[in-house]
């Protein structure tokens, strides 16, 4: 089966929590009629966040791909970006207030767009990324990402803790 790329003809309905229903139109051949319980991924999440956007069945295959959200309606589009926007949800990194560091595991204690979290970092040179443009991005020991838009924006308590690490 050939890739099927969505246009504004096909539609993009609410399923269930971050999961869609997509209906494709009478154009798109055999694949045309309805698919509930897709699930929406970024192909490119970090370099291109808004483009080429694939929507995965239950079984983890790709039923269809979303060039760009200027290929859907404005209804689709939102419901696409509110799905992502839930799936991958990574909270701001606002100021670190303060960081400790025990048997080589770093301990950091930060105010986030989502309130004060403490968390560990095991291996600072893997764990914590920061882009040219000043963009940050941070993975604890559990997993969860963080990201910083722009270090350079910090405070300097913040940025002095955050340069000490990378």
Not at 44 to 66: C, H, K, M, Q, W
Request: aromatic share 8%; hydrophobic share 35%.
């Amino acid at each position: 089966m050939s890739r099927i790329y969505l246009t504004k003809d096909d539609k993009i309905e609410k399923y269930e929590n971050h999961l869609v229903k997509l209906t494709l139109a009478p154009d798109k051949g055999e694949a045309a009629g309805e698919i509930e319980g897709l699930e929406p991924r970024r192909l490119f999440p970090v370099s291109n966040p808004d483009s080429y956007i694939t929507l995965l069945d239950r079984e983890g295959r790709e039923r269809a791909v979303i060039r760009s959200y200027a290929d859907l309606d404005a209804a689709s589009a939102a419901l696409v970006k509110q799905s992502l926007e839930d799936y991958y949800l990574v909270p701001k990194i606002l100021r670190i207030i303060s960081k400790a560091e025990k048997y080589g595991t770093l301990r950091w204690t930060v105010e986030t767009d989502r309130g004060i979290v403490s968390f560990d970092i095991r291996n600072r040179n893997h764990d914590i990324h920061v882009m040219r443009s000043g963009f940050v991005r941070v993975r604890d020991a559990n997993d969860n990402r963080y990201v910083i838009e722009d270090c350079n924006k910090l405070d300097r308590h913040s940025y002095a803790l955050l340069i000490a690490d990378t």
